[in-house]
């Protein structure tokens, strides 16, 4: 128990970074696809701040939160990849070419987007409690973290 409370610790802890890196965001100036892409992320990462919340107990439980922001996941990672058209790196996007160097990698992390935000809901709607939903949280928000890490420029 206590082993568990302590990864739950540590995974708090790279979320916050994880939520301090999604909040700055370079939407001014972008248009098109880019633009396109930029939005859906965003909607992403509110739908993941308003799970946050409850994650970290600043918002009382109710499984509604992780079904309708795990839905909101689940439908843009459904198109997300078709919004990243070759070398589409215009204006101030921050994706990097590595993206098209290693597209199957790159639609791989997408994948397991989704089929984590999928499976997060599923839990949520057979009445998961907190604990088991917090840990798929966190499984999911390494994706959005992976992916980053290889194919959005840093700051
Ligand atoms: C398959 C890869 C991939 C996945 C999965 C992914 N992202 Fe992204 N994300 C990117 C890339 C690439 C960019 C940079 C896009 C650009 O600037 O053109 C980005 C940009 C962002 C931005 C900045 C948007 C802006 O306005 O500039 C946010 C916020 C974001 N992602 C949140 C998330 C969240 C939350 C998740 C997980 C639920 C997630 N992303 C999953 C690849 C991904």
């Known amino acids: 128990m206590i082993n568990i409370a302590k990864n739950i610790g540590t995974m708090m802890i790279a979320?916050?970074?994880l939520f301090?890196?999604?909040n700055a965001n370079a939407h001014t100036g972008a248009t098109g696809v880019v633009k396109q892409r930029m939005d859906a992320m965003?909607?992403?990462a509110d739908a993941m701040k308003s799970m946050a919340s409850?994650?970290?107990?600043?918002k009382a439980f109710d499984p509604a939160v992780f079904i309708d922001n795990g839905e909101v996941i689940l439908w843009h990672s459904e198109t997300l990849t078709t919004?990243?058209?070759?070398?589409?790196?215009?204006?101030?996007?921050?994706?990097?070419?590595?993206?098209?160097?290693?597209?199957?990698d790159f639609v791989k992390i997408?994948?397991?987007?989704?089929?984590?935000?999928k499976k997060l809901v599923e839990m949520a709607?057979?009445?998961?409690?907190?604990?088991?939903l917090t840990k798929q949280f966190v499984k999911l928000s390494g994706g959005c973290k992976a992916c980053?890490?290889?194919?959005r420029k840093k700051k």
């Open 15 to 17: 979320l916050g970074m």
């Open 20 to 22: 301090s890196a999604l």
């Open 42 to 44: 965003s909607g992403m």
């Open 54 to 58: 409850v994650v970290k107990g600043k």
């Open 83 to 104: 919004l990243f058209p070759e070398k589409s790196i215009q204006g101030d996007s921050e994706a990097l070419p590595a993206i098209w160097q290693n597209w199957d």
């Open 110 to 117: 997408n994948e397991r987007t989704k089929s984590d935000a």
């Open 125 to 132: 709607q057979q009445g998961s409690k907190l604990r088991p």
């Open 148 to 151: 980053h890490k290889g194919y």
